[in-house]
């Protein structure tokens, strides 16, 4: 049986912008679903350095596919930067995508890559600051013109980065769309190259997502050494219906999100999830956003709390990369990761006399948690309709912190393989040489007969010199000319 909702009109109209192979792969994957009509209902786009790896896109229309003709970066980011910025016709071609090809009367553009060290690890980047140039920060300085001819000269002057600057940030957030952020982070075996690349960018995707004035309003690391996991201890019939872990990464990723944006858009139940609140849990704030989905069969669920457990289970996690840790303690002292807004959404496949009071219970008591330093509101609802013969919870959230294996993680792992590297002895080879005894050979050579004038040689003086040579001498390479060496 289907889930029925997931063909409700979504919540949040998107473009989806896929970067390299994998940002590509998983922007096909939003591309197949349709409405009751047959569109797509976001608009997909992929870009990548060569168009051979275009090719294998299923659902993204051709021409919104394009090609910056680089045959491929090396899973080398930081020279694929450097041509982004030093190439012209690539850089506009990227601008253009950008600029063009990106639906501004969108509420969300949703950019994904994965972080292997490829073309999506760097044009994302790029992609990002070229957004915020293009869209954001004109509205920002429209909104800041506008404010100086409704303020005093002197107040505007005196306040303007403390207080006026903010404002034209937050008045220029409500008009643009939004910038989503998914990337994948790599596998373990992958090596230390890739993820110490991966570390550095990283960091400069988490430092934009922070930045109130880019437009980010949130980022997922999604975990592809947590997917790859989770898809070797599935049952061999689930494994048999994606080829890959990857495939199977990318079908989680898109489906998560398409659910939680149709299923918010549904009703005919007492306790209705708003779908202005799920926009406001998305695109208000900025921060790692953190969704988690928990299945039961529904000949398990026998009461109403049996649904509260499933919330309080599925706010410690995510379906997409380890938990976050909401509460450390350092040096003494309990730290709480900030949290802003929650939502709680139930799927209920069948009527089963559960009344609504789960849905109330498990707001509570996820309120009074003292480990949720919570600073918005915790919206919440329930549907009933096909959902393949289970009941479903959705809890979702946006924090400043970050999945365990990326705030400590790669580093780890990065100086286990330092550590390993330097236990290891390594073999040296070299080619053996094989000694010829000049006095064997079957010719003569007269040098008397030979003029070796033009090579800066006296054959007989040179030869009377030799004789008389001594095995010890110096040579000072100072008083020589090598720049015509060839080496």
């Keep these: 049986m289907a889930k029925s909702f997931i063909k409700n009109k979504p919540a949040i109209d998107m473009t989806v912008v896929g970067f390299g192979q994998a940002g590509?792969?998983?922007?096909?994957?939003?591309?197949?679903?349709?409405?009751?009509?047959?569109?797509?209902?976001?608009?997909?786009?992929?870009?990548?350095?060569?168009?051979?790896?275009?090719?294998?896109?299923?659902?993204?229309?051709?021409?919104?596919?394009?090609?910056?003709?680089?045959?491929?970066?090396?899973?080398?980011?930081?020279?694929?930067?450097?041509?982004?910025?030093?190439?012209?016709?690539?850089?506009?071609?990227?601008?253009?995508?950008?600029?063009?090809?990106?639906?501004?009367?969108?509420?969300?553009?949703?950019?994904?890559?994965?972080?292997?060290?490829?073309?999506?690890?760097?044009?994302?980047?790029?992609?990002?600051?070229?957004?915020?140039?293009?869209?954001?920060?004109?509205?920002?300085?429209?909104?800041?013109?506008?404010?100086?001819t409704e303020i005093a000269p002197e107040e505007f002057k005196k306040n303007l980065k403390t207080?006026?600057?903010?404002?034209?940030?937050?008045?220029?957030?409500?008009?643009?769309?939004?910038?989503?952020?998914?990337?994948?982070?790599?596998?373990?075996?992958?090596?230390?190259?890739?993820?110490?690349?991966?570390?550095?960018?990283?960091?400069?995707?988490?430092?934009?997502?922070?930045?109130?004035?880019?437009?980010?309003?949130?980022?997922?690391?999604?975990?592809?050494?947590?997917?790859?996991?989770?898809?070797?201890?599935?049952?061999?019939?689930?494994?048999?219906?994606?080829?890959?872990?990857?495939?199977?990464?990318?079908?989680?990723?898109?489906?998560?999100?398409?659910?939680l944006n149709t299923a918010t858009t549904g009703g005919g139940t007492e306790v209705t999830f708003d779908s202005q609140d799920f926009r406001r849990i998305i695109l208000e704030q900025q921060g790692s956003l953190v969704i988690n989905r928990l299945s039961k069969p529904m000949n398990e669920i026998q009461n109403g709390s049996d649904v509260k457990n499933m919330f309080l289970e599925s706010i410690k996690g995510s379906l997409l990369h380890e938990p976050i840790d909401l509460a450390n303690s350092n040096n003494g002292e309990v730290e709480l990761a900030e949290i802003y807004h929650v939502g709680l959404l139930a799927i209920l496949d069948k009527k089963n006399n559960l009344g609504s009071s789960f849905i109330d219970d498990a707001r509570v008591e996820i309120a009074e948690n003292p480990s949720f330093f919570m600073k918005g509101s915790i919206f919440t609802g329930y549907l009933e309709g096909f959902n393949d013969f289970s009941t479903t919870v959705y809890t979702f959230f946006k924090t400043k912190g970050l999945p365990n294996r990326l705030s400590k993680g790669l580093v780890k792992e990065y100086e286990e393989y330092q550590e390993r590297h330097k236990t290891i002895k390594t073999k040296e080879t070299t080619i053996g040489t094989i000694n010829v005894d000049e006095n064997e050979m079957d010719f003569d050579l007269d040098l008397d007969g030979i003029d070796l004038s033009e090579f800066g040689l006296d054959s007989e003086t040179d030869n009377k010199n030799q004789d008389n040579a001594e095995d010890d001498f110096d040579i000072n390479l100072d008083d020589l000319d090598l720049s015509k060496l060839k080496f």
């Excluded at 997909?44 to 790896?53: Q, T």
């Excluded at 850089?91 to 969108?106: M, S």
């Excluded at 898809?231 to 890959?244: C, D, G, I, V």
């Design 24 to 148: 590509s792969r998983i922007a096909d994957n939003f591309a197949a679903y349709k409405d009751e009509a047959g569109n797509g209902v976001y608009n997909c786009l992929a870009l990548n350095s060569n168009d051979g790896d275009l090719k294998g896109l299923k659902y993204i229309p051709v021409d919104n596919r394009v090609s910056l003709n680089l045959g491929g970066l090396g899973k080398n980011p930081q020279k694929a930067i450097k041509i982004l910025e030093e190439n012209e016709e690539v850089n506009d071609k990227l601008k253009n995508f950008i600029q063009k090809e990106v639906r501004l009367v969108d509420d969300l553009v949703l950019f994904c890559a994965g972080l292997g060290g490829g073309t999506g690890t760097s044009t994302i980047i790029k992609a990002i600051e070229e957004f915020y140039e293009f869209n954001t920060k004109p509205l920002i300085s429209e909104e800041l013109k506008k404010l100086q």
């Design 163 to 259: 207080k006026y600057l903010k404002m034209a940030v937050l008045k220029a957030r409500e008009r643009s769309a939004k910038i989503g952020i998914i990337v994948t982070l790599p596998l373990r075996a992958d090596g230390p190259d890739v993820l110490r690349q991966v570390n550095d960018f990283t960091q400069r995707i988490w430092k934009l997502a922070n930045d109130p004035t880019k437009g980010v309003g949130f980022v997922i690391f999604a975990d592809n050494q947590y997917f790859y996991d989770q898809f070797k201890q599935l049952p061999s019939h689930k494994r048999a219906e994606t080829e890959n872990y990857r495939d199977y990464a990318n079908k989680e990723i898109s489906d998560l999100f398409h659910e």
